[in-house]
């Protein structure tokens, strides 16, 4: 790759590398930061995989963070890339973007494109003015052993699920008229009920397609008619899943970028990391609300605090959300809003309470997870509306970052799993 600083570049096909695997339902392994409650995931996935072929063997899941033999994971990790490369099981695959089509676990199709993002272009800080950018604050300390993976490997595997608002629907879905005419790379089944994904590439026209339709993207005027501000640069691609994994590698590239010169760290492959950019548009894309539990305080006393601080109502319209508490609950109505979406009123509501007054919050997935919790004495549950979606890049840019944990694209079994590769030094 040349460098190139234009925003029609900020995403870009790269050299490929595929598996040679006579097994495929094994090769796939689910983004590493799913299923972290859930050993028994995982031990299924180590039992299938066991022996053979497999991107599980080239990745950390998240669930093993805390273990003591995490450096020994590591290095593991690295001898299997170096094996895999050595034994052409990580094979090339041709230079392009990569059509993707994912059946979801409900039957769903979701389109997207596998390619390479800018770091240079992508900042992760809260207000940053960059085209890439974080769509929720990064945890630092989440960072740290993901760099570790990285650093040492001469290859990475994408599970970062990049979002354009592409409302012509003009960057990935024209590829879906047209893959009878492309050449399919893979057709995989996916494991422990992932679905199934189809890849196809992208020949040099269709590259030319995707940058001219970036450039739209970028174009300030269109910026300012869709979200109402054109007072920076804008925003042309978020992070809608894998912020850390992306946040790890624009930190590992920007210590490489720190060891040379910086024409040759402008050249050098880890400035870019692979990804699959999606439509925001796409009709599988679902945003599902995670709610909120806070534990061990007096439900009353969070409540009193709580109308106080959002100078709460019983009617009207605007910001809303449901409390439930054991013997009761109640429907609050925010007239005082600290943040242009209801997730963001309530988590720095529960932000500054818990830091006066002490208390646990964790972040639930389902109605009825919370409501049992909820029914626990000491304990108060915040039930949230769904985002929707076409309000993020408006959010993203008018407040920095969305508030963590704000929104959920789709269950765990329809994240993203590891397949295509490439090579980073």
Known sequence: MTADT?????????ELLLPNTPEPEVWCAVACDQYTSQPDYWRRVEELTKGKPSTAHLILPELYLDEPDVAGRIEAIHRTMEDYL????????????????RTLSDGRL????VGAVDLEAYDYRPGAQTPVRATEKTVTERIPPRLMVRQGAPVELPHVLLLADDRERCLVEPFEREKR??????????????????????????QRRV???????????????????GSGPPLVIAV?????????????????????????????PARYAMAELVNLQDDSLVFQPIHRVLFGIEPEKALASLRQAVGAGSGGCGQRFECVFKGGRETIVVSNPSSKLTVGTLQN????????NGGRVDYIHGDDVVE??????????????????????????????????????????DKRFYLEARRIR
Do not use: W
């Not at 050595?86 to 041709?94: E, F, T």
């Not at 940058?211 to 501000?229: E, T």
């Not at 912020?243 to 060891?259: C, D, G, M, P, T």
């Not at 509501?349 to 006066?356: E, Q, R, V």
């Open 181 to 206: 005419g492309m050449k399919l790379l893979y057709d995989y089944p996916l494991m422990q009920g992932g679905g199934r994904v189809r890849g196809y590439l992208v020949d040099a026209a269709g």
């Open 240 to 268: 809608g899943d894998g912020n850390h994994s992306l946040a790890a590698a624009k930190e590992s590239y920007e210590r490489l970028k720190a060891s040379m010169p910086a024409e040759k760290a402008l050249c050098h």
């Open 110 to 113: 979701r389109r997207g494109l």
């Open 349 to 356: 509501f529960l932000d500054d309470y818990t830091a006066a």
């Open 6 to 14: 234009g925003l029609s570049q900020i995403f870009r096909p790269c």
């Open 372 to 413: 049992e919790l909820a029914g626990q004495k000491g304990n108060i549950g915040f039930l949230l509306p769904p985002m929707e979606k076409n309000l993020l890049f408006e959010t993203v840019i008018a407040d920095g970052v969305l508030p963590r944990k704000t929104f959920s694209m789709g269950h765990a079994a």
């Open 211 to 229: 940058a001219d339709a970036l450039r739209r993207l970028a174009d300030p005027g269109r910026a300012a008619r869709l979200y109402g501000d």
């Open 86 to 101: 050595k034994r052409g099981i990580l094979a090339p695959g041709g230079f392009g973007f990569v059509y993707v089509e």
